[in-house]
């Protein structure tokens, strides 16, 4: 919700939950798969269009593409050298996902809060996580997508721009609410935003070719690694050995001759990954 004195952000009529297209896109032409849709091939990861240049927040002089450029040089000498994922974090503005009072460290490399003891990753690890997911054994480009863990919905956007068809879910229904308006200026017609419990994945779209998440369990749920497609890759935070308080990002590939190969990589600190559905708003 906007400050008292800042401008609130125009609501547009259309719910992000509707799957019918819509006129004004942000990627692709394709509207969001109905449940029984059968999986085809990936397509060439979709182009994002310029931001329009009338944008919230644009009194902080933030609506500028060179903040963004700023951003991505800095993520690109972290070690991304993903020129999609790159692409695309200088394409979707980062400060619309930000609470006014905390955006004028939008395009700096840290987590900021978004509320209900949640946060905003750090640019430089939404790009190491985006990398790693299209480094799948079935090669970079990415059909459906299963997003666990929405928050503010800036990663959603990015991956609106990498993959055909994106599915989000969130468990907080404050930030899932918080989502759709965060996106409903820039309107992404692949995204289907879902109000539901992560853990359990989302079936009905399933299988998918990446899953990627914004929270740290103990383990993969086991129904994540079901709704895995052949040459799928899993990207998420969990806990580095049984009762310690450290995360690694762990990859799980689901090969396409059927063997499971799992790697881990560096150190994380993610929010933690919890079961079932809260309806509290952010304060």
Not at 1 to 7: L, Q
Not at 13 to 24: A, E, F, I, K, Q
Not at 39 to 52: E, F, I, M
Request: hydrophobic fraction near 40%.
């Amino acid at each position: 919700m906007s400050e008292a004195g800042t401008p609130r952000r125009k609501r547009f009529p259309l719910s992000l939950d509707d799957t019918r297209p819509v006129t004004r896109r942000l990627v692709g032409s394709h509207a969001n798969l109905p449940a029984s849709t059968s999986p085809t091939a990936a397509k060439p990861s979709p182009a994002l269009p310029q931001v329009p240049a009338a944008l919230p927040a644009a009194g902080h002089g933030l609506d500028s593409a060179s903040f963004r450029s700023r951003m991505v040089d800095r993520v690109r000498l972290d070690g991304c050298q993903d020129a999609d994922v790159l692409r695309v974090m200088g394409e979707v503005p980062r400060h619309l996902f930000v609470d006014p009072a905390l955006v004028s460290q939008a395009y700096e490399d840290t987590s900021l809060p978004i509320g209900l003891g949640q946060t905003i990753s750090k640019p430089s690890v939404v790009a190491r996580m985006l990398a790693l997911l299209r480094a799948r054994p079935g090669g970079p480009s990415l059909g459906r997508v299963l997003e666990i863990g929405t928050g503010c919905g800036y990663q959603a956007a990015l991956l609106c721009g990498l993959a055909r068809n994106v599915y989000s879910i969130e468990r907080l229904k404050g930030l899932h609410d918080k989502a759709r308006e965060n996106l409903a200026p820039i309107r992404p017609a692949n995204l289907r935003l879902i109000f539901g419990d992560g853990r359990v994945g989302h079936g009905p779209n399933a299988p998918y070719d990446g899953i990627i998440s914004a929270a740290g369990g103990l383990d993969v749920p086991q129904a994540w690694r079901d709704q895995l497609a052949p040459g799928g890759r899993l990207v998420a935070p969990v806990q580095s050995a049984p009762g310690s308080a450290q995360q690694v990002l762990i990859v799980v590939d689901r090969m396409p001759d059927g063997r499971w190969v799992e790697q881990r990589h560096e150190t994380v600190r993610f929010v933690p990954l919890e079961s079932g559905t809260r309806d509290h708003r952010p304060a």
